[in-house]
């Protein structure tokens, strides 16, 4: 079945460093990876989507880009803030069934000053 | 725009208690769906509802009972609450199967 598999436990890093989270992904078919981000005491939200036609999505200087030869969708980051820190989630929408979403454990990104 | 609401926002039950947790949106969206989250496990995918009167269960539905009363709300029930458990439910909502989802504030779950 599907699957996703994400850098897991806790990334710390220097305020100005590039960010670069792992995330890869078993799917039979062409499935949409998203990245989902949540702040302590909020909500999860979308923070990427891939698109269908190789397009790099990007957002909030966060991008990532769908590599179906490795099966990888990495979230990265240029220069990371400390208002970056928090909870980071990759998920997989399949092919055989679009609305069983499959999170990852989740990579806590803790950006120190 | 819109907004998730859940309902408790916190929840203490006893050992073997059927505890009841809410959900409504005003999004208009079909689809809703109930996670749980626990540290170092992710969102586990309890049950969803693809439209009204629909049910679907997840990888994580063993336990829990679920009904979409109406498009709006989406009820989840912990059918026996198991000693010592933590976690937070999440409820959340899409257009569709691909589109974003959006996610209520959660309701934590303590069982003594």
């Known amino acids: 079945g599907d699957s996703v598999t994400q850098t897991e436990g806790l990334v710390t890093l220097t305020e100005g460093l590039p960010v670069m989270l792992n995330c890869t992904y078993q799917?039979?078919?062409?499935?949409?990876l998203f990245w989902y981000v949540q702040h302590l005491n909020e909500a999860p939200k979308l923070l990427l989507k891939?698109?269908?036609?190789?397009k790099r999505p990007e957002h909030q200087g966060f991008h990532a880009t769908l590599h179906k030869s490795s099966s990888s969708f990495h979230l990265q980051k240029s220069s990371a803030q400390l208002s970056d820190s928090a909870l980071y989630y990759c998920?997989?929408?399949?092919?055989?069934?679009?609305?069983?979403?499959?999170f990852g454990k989740g990579t806590h990104l803790h950006v120190l000053p | 725009g819109g907004i998730i609401t859940q309902t408790p926002k916190f929840l203490i039950g006893q050992e073997g208690q059927k505890l009841t947790l809410k959900c409504q949106q005003n999004?208009?969206?079909?689809?809703m769906y109930w996670y749980r989250q626990d540290s170092g496990k992710g969102l586990r995918l309890i049950y969803y509802?693809?439209?009204?009167?629909?049910?679907q269960k997840g990888d994580l539905s063993e336990g829990y009972d679920a009904s979409r009363e109406k498009k709006s709300s989406f009820s989840l029930t912990v059918t026996s609450a198991q000693k010592n458990e933590m976690a937070v439910f999440l409820c959340?909502?899409?257009?569709?199967?691909?589109?974003?989802?959006?996610f209520g504030p959660g309701t934590r779950l303590l069982v003594l």
């Open positions: 998920a997989l929408s399949g092919d055989t069934n679009a609305y069983k979403v499959i």
């Open positions: 891939s698109f269908t036609d190789n």
């Open positions: 799917s039979t078919y062409s499935p949409f």
């Open positions: 509802s693809i439209t009204e009167n629909d049910l």
């Open positions: 999004f208009n969206h079909d689809t």
């Open positions: 959340a909502s899409s257009i569709q199967g691909r589109d974003t989802q959006y």
